[in-house]
Nanobody, 124 residues
Framework: VQLVESGGGLVQAGGSLRLSCAAS????????MGWFRQAPGKEREFVVH????????YYADSVKGRFIISRDNAKNTVYLQMNSLKPEDTAVYYC??????????????????WGQGTQVTVSS
């Protein structure tokens, strides 16, 4: 199984970025997907989750109203549209796949597979 994130980079505060996570080696449509992030010196934290069908999403309060998760099961890809970025959004962003029963898993240990991460840096 491979999850490969892309789309990270440097952006000014108020700007936007779109992250992608391409999955292979698994039946993508059977997995719910999540995005996490880890800022320097901090623990990895939950950002957002999407159900296997894309019909349900759950956002951390810190990104609600600014970030949008979506998925394309035909392309085995999940996306994270990040708008109105703030310096505190600076982190390495990871996508993760989960086949467990929890509807909106927010714990790292609930996810089965992880990508290598992509750096997002927001300058003030």
């Amino acid at each position: 199984v491979q999850l490969v994130e892309s789309g990270g980079g440097l952006v000014q505060a108020g700007g936007s970025l779109r992250l992608s996570c391409a999955a292979s080696g698994l039946t993508f449509s059977s997995y719910s997907m999540g995005w996490f992030r880890q800022a320097p010196g901090k623990e990895r934290e939950f950002v957002v989750h999407i159900t296997w069908s894309g019909g349900g999403t759950y956002y951390a309060d810190s990104v609600k109203g600014r970030f949008i998760i979506s998925r394309d099961n035909a392309k085995n890809t999940v996306y994270l549209q990040m708008n109105s970025l703030k310096p505190e959004d600076t982190a390495v962003y990871y996508c993760a796949a989960d086949k467990g029963p929890t509807r909106y898993p927010r714990g790292e240990d609930e996810y089965d597979y992880w990508g290598q991460g992509t750096q997002v840096t927001v300058s003030s």
